[in-house]
């Protein structure tokens, strides 16, 4: 895991914990976790829903990116989202530099042509990502991939100003680390965490539930009731085991 990582969240929850005078935020343990980068593909100035041999030659090229990316280990996972939205799919790297992912990415004919534009996060989340889908592709080289429908909250940042008392901040972000860290543990979410930058993208979700009950937790959100995130709350296609099928992440201090 790259050290900025660690140096970042070790400072923002001693900073946090003092401002709670001294009450100990809850975080994961740090043991459990990863850094990742994350590829959010949305619709570029050239997009067209209509269907073309143009548009077909595109997708083509853009499946077979994303198969020479995965063929070089740096990308464990990749899909679309349903519908027409502005938001097009998901890639999940490694921990590689970001220009690194870029390099790869800027490959893809549908991104030449801007069809496509995709956004690069630095992103914070569970160990494990990709890890059961690469032992199944092992041990069943010829199977089909499994394509599983996951309900995905992409959190944004909200309409309401940060309060410019410490205080208030530290209990936001006391009361949203919470409820992430307790659907993490009772399975309800397979993964989640932020992302490391300034854009209004703050983070990203992974539900195992159904549509009704993800949309309800995402919106008992403590940031989100207090308007500090926003949810759009959007359907990914993945393969099966893309996702840890279960979050192994544990709190600390437990």
């Keep these: 895991m790259s050290r900025a990582f660690l140096v970042l969240v070790s400072v923002a929850g001693v900073a946090a914990t003092a401002a709670l005078g001294g009450a100990q935020m809850r975080r994961p343990d740090p043991s459990t976790m990863s850094a990742y980068v994350m590829g959010i593909f949305v619709k570029g100035p050239e997009w067209t829903s209509e269907r073309t041999p143009r548009t077909d030659s595109l997708q083509a090229g853009h499946l077979a990116n994303i198969r020479a990316m995965a063929a070089t280990g740096a990308l464990i996972g990749a899909g679309p989202f349903a519908g027409n939205q502005g938001y097009r799919g998901l890639l999940i790297f490694k921990d590689i530099p970001l220009d690194s992912a870029r390099a790869l990415v800027v490959r893809d004919p549908a991104i030449k042509n801007q069809r496509l534009m995709i956004e690069l996060h630095r992103w914070y989340a569970p160990k494990g990502i990709g890890e059961a889908y690469a032992e199944r592709a092992r041990r069943r080289p010829d199977h089909p991939d499994s394509m599983i429908k996951v309900y995905t909250a992409m959190l944004l940042r909200g309409s309401k100003p940060a309060p410019l008392d410490s205080m208030a ?7 949203h680390l919470g409820h992430i860290l307790d659907m993490m543990k009772d399975g309800t979410l397979l993964a989640a965490g932020p992302f490391f930058d300034d854009s209004p993208t703050r983070g990203i979700c992974f539900f195992s ?6 949309h309800r937790l995402a919106h008992e959100d403590p940031a989100v009731k207090a308007g500090r995130l926003t ?21 600390m201090g437990q």
Excluded: Y
Aim: glycine content about 6%; charged content about 20%; aromatic content about 8%.
């Design 209 to 214: 539930t159904d549509s009704v009950t993800a």
């Design 231 to 251: 949810i759009e709350m959007l359907p990914w296609w993945t393969a099966w085991g893309v996702l840890p099928p279960r979050s192994s992440v544990r709190e």
């Design 169 to 175: 901040v530290a209990k936001a972000t006391a009361g």
